[in-house]
């Protein structure tokens, strides 16, 4: 047991959390996590059920998990067509 004075023991990096990180330790800690499929794959799969649980998955439940969901589809379409609708926008309708 720590005393009053004492620090508690250092969190070794690959287990603190991207806030956790101090700027100097994050490229070591980018280097740390898995970049296998297997590895892309569980973070996607822990971010849905995350997002799931805390949004969808409630008692009282509202519209703002949907929301949220429809609010990036139509940020990423937007994005993917931006070239499109920026070449439409200057031409000349005359």
């Excluded at 898995?34 to 892309?40: A, W």
Aim: aromatic content about 16%; charged content about 20%.
């Amino acid at each position: 047991m720590a005393s009053v004075g004492e620090c508690p023991a250092p969190v070794p990096v690959k287990d603190k959390k991207l806030l956790e990180v101090k700027l100097g330790e994050l490229p070591s800690w980018i280097l740390m996590r898995d970049f296998s499929p297997s590895g892309i794959f569980g973070a996607f799969q822990r971010g849905y059920y995350r997002y799931y649980n805390k949004y969808i998955n409630v008692k009282k439940g509202s519209i703002s998990g949907i929301t949220m969901v429809l609010a990036c589809y139509v940020l990423f379409s937007y994005s993917f067509s931006y070239k499109h609708l920026k070449h439409e926008r200057l031409r000349k309708y005359h």
